[in-house]
């Protein structure tokens, strides 16, 4: 069964990444954001990595760059891999591995309704195989069930390669270690705002970064006690990358999680509209609202930090269109 190895010993060969995300992404001012919030029209900018070329965009795309270059080298027949129904890590992945030939394999762990709908019907049209993880295998972890499918994938001949959830590893988070280079070229010295799902967006940037007090990472409830989970995957990306450890502890804001994973708010539904109104940009309910509710939050409260002021776009747009997100944007416009 083919997996992600160790990190490769100094001076061993890593795999070069594949290039097919489209980067560097544009990095643009939110001028009527800034002003809306009374801040200089050069103090907010936008990280549009909801561009990236693969699959409707989105942040996954530079992490598969890493993952799937390794799983060819491993001559890998079929990617596994797995998350919530609405997963746009496990879009990207169904697309991915169409463009490389591959077998995709995803196991979900949330409930799909009688009709595709949002990423689902992505899924289908991309040929992903899809497992429900309590129906094939009984509740429980999410990372076991796609353990077993790799398992069952294996005794059937295949050679199956694990891509872990939001494709968050040591390999997949070299993708925003790279990300941080161009952050840091377009806004030197700057904060960055991003959702924080299984923590490997944030872990890239830190390594990328070299900093932990740089980047405000905004939990979205995916996983428990993420703050150590982003700490350890920065000390082993910074070690695969050949680079010091970031400086510092995760800084994490837990205040927009609301009612629990995959369900919206009322404020990050209004951060959805003032945004769409101020900049004509689109966020997601799930990921990208909820974190630029906190970067509102701290704006008008004073907490914004000094100097400028990056928002990570990690798309999810498929997931605004789910009827559940629709029907609560509706409502609140009366």
């Keep these: 069964m083919s997996r992600e190895h160790e990190p490769s010993p100094s001076g061993a060969a890593v795999t070069e990444p594949l290039r097919f995300a489209g980067t560097p992404t544009p990095m643009t001012p939110l001028a009527g954001l800034a002003r809306s919030l009374g801040l200089g029209e050069d103090r907010l900018w936008v990280k549009r990595d909801d561009l990236t070329a693969v699959a409707g965009g989105g942040n996954k795309a530079r992490k598969l760059e890493y993952l799937v270059a390794d799983a060819l080298a491993r001559r890998a027949t079929v990617l596994v891999t797995g998350g919530a129904s609405q997963s746009n890590h496990v879009r990207t992945t169904a697309a991915v591995a169409a463009m490389f030939g591959l077998r995709a394999v995803g196991v979900l762990g949330g409930r799909r309704g009688p009709v595709p709908e949002g990423n689902l019907i992505l899924d289908e049209i991309f040929g992903i195989e899809l497992v429900d993880a309590v ?23 295949e050679v199956p ?34 959702a924080v799902g299984t923590g490997g967006t944030h872990a890239g940037l830190a ?22 989970v982003i700490a350890e995957l920065a000390v082993a990306g910074a070690d695969r990358a050949g680079r010091p450890h970031p400086t510092g502890e995760p800084v994490v804001d837990t205040t927009q999680v609301g009612e629990r994973y995959g369900r919206s708010t009322a404020e990050c539904r209004a951060a959805i509209r003032r945004v769409a109104r101020s900049d004509g940009l689109v966020l997601d309910p799930v990921y990208t609202a909820k974190a630029m509710a906190a970067l509102i939050a701290d704006a008008e ?21 789910v009827e559940r997100h629709a029907r609560g944007l509706l409502e609140d416009l009366g």
């Design 207 to 228: 390594v990328g970064l070299g900093d932990h007090g740089r980047i405000r990472g905004v939990d979205v409830g995916a996983r428990p006690d993420v703050e150590n």
């Design 135 to 157: 129906e094939r295998y009984g509740p429980g972890d999410l990372d076991a069930a796609i353990e077993h499918e790799c398992t069952r994938l294996a005794a059937e001949g």
């Design 301 to 321: 409260e004073g907490r914004l930090p000094d100097g400028p002021v990056v928002f990570l776009h990690t798309g999810g747009l498929p997931g605004l269109l």
């Design 161 to 194: 390669y694990l891509v872990p959830l939001g494709g968050s590893s040591p390999i997949g988070v070299q993708g925003y270690v790279e990300a941080a280079r161009e952050i840091d070229s377009g806004a030197p010295g700057s904060t960055v705002y991003v």
